[in-house]
């Protein structure tokens, strides 16, 4: 799966998803530490809820690719819950998901970043389909982790 994002203001992007009939699934909070972030890859704990995935992401032209998304065992989980609480370190992101043939859509709100759309497409019809629905040029396309976006502040 390939993930692409872009900095986008979420009151034009529900509009559009509401005129391309993409269907709402759930509003969530995650919380992400990165344990790595270089010119080829991301490799990063994220936290839904109670539950920690250990996500590994290569830099390609356009955008992402998701090579791991591995949620963590309970025992690891728990040892590794308090590491989040009050960690300057830890990006924090409320998410609106989206569902629109076959492609996942998120919308996120990153603290200290602001309003950003991550595409999730099945496939690259999928994915031209979405840049064309959104008016999105490829160049306009983030390669970047919102990591060392935050860093750059």
């Given at each position: 799966?390939k993930?692409?994002?872009?900095?986008y203001?979420?009151?034009?992007?529900?509009?559009?998803?509401?005129?391309?009939?993409?269907?709402?699934?759930?509003?969530?909070?995650?919380e992400?530490?990165?344990?790595?972030?270089?010119?080829?890859?991301?490799?990063?704990?994220?936290?839904?809820?109670?539950?920690?995935?250990?996500?590994?992401?290569?830099?390609?032209?356009?955008?992402?690719?998701?090579?791991?998304?591995?949620?963590?065992?309970?025992?690891?989980?728990n040892?590794?819950?308090?590491?989040?609480?009050?960690?300057?370190?830890?990006?924090?992101?409320?998410?609106?998901?989206?569902?629109?043939?076959?492609?996942?859509?998120?919308?996120?709100?990153?603290?200290?970043?602001?309003?950003?759309?991550?595409?999730?497409?099945?496939?690259?019809?999928?994915?031209?389909?979405?840049?064309?629905?959104?008016?999105?040029?490829?160049?306009?396309?983030?390669?970047?982790?919102?990591?060392?976006?935050?860093?750059?502040?």
């Open positions: 799966m993930e692409f994002k872009i900095k203001p979420h009151n034009k992007a529900r509009e559009i998803l509401k005129n391309i009939k993409a269907k709402f699934t759930e509003k969530t909070e995650q992400d530490f990165y344990l790595k972030s270089t010119n080829t890859g991301i490799l990063r704990l994220k936290k839904e809820g109670n539950e920690i995935y250990l996500i590994h992401l290569t830099k390609e032209k356009e955008g992402f690719g998701i090579n791991l998304s591995e949620r963590l065992d309970e025992e690891v989980t040892s590794l819950l308090s590491f989040f609480k009050n960690n300057q370190l830890v990006i924090k992101k409320t998410r609106e998901h989206y569902f629109w043939k076959g492609a996942k859509i998120v919308l996120d709100n990153v603290g200290g970043l602001g309003e950003f759309m991550e595409v999730y497409p099945q496939d690259e019809v999928t994915k031209e389909e979405l840049l064309k629905a959104f008016k999105i040029n490829p160049t306009e396309l983030i390669t970047e982790s919102y990591y060392d976006m935050w860093k750059k502040k």
